[in-house]
């Protein structure tokens, strides 16, 4: 049976793979401040399409209530 790589492997997706190299500074950032970054399915993005608001709206910072969360870009 042929290996087939989990869709959620973090080292396969896109996604993240184009968030640690094209934008590191964000990614420091969110492991600095422990931010929440939401990965999307590797099927539903295309890593060499995205710019820096796609980023940008996964990763989320906490507000003062613990149930609202604003990306970086500032959206609710």
Do not use: I, W
Not at 14 to 25: P, V
Not at 54 to 76: C, I, M, N, R, Y
């Amino acid at each position: 049976m042929a290996h087939m790589a989990y869709d959620e492997d973090l080292l396969e997706n896109g996604f993240f793979r184009a968030l640690t190299g094209r934008q590191r500074r964000l990614y420091a950032r969110a492991q600095a401040q422990r931010l929440v970054v939401c990965v999307p399915r590797a099927a539903s993005t295309d890593a060499a399409r995205l710019r820096a608001e796609d980023f940008e709206a996964h990763v989320l910072v906490p507000t003062a209530d613990p149930a609202v969360f604003l990306t970086v870009s500032g959206k609710v």
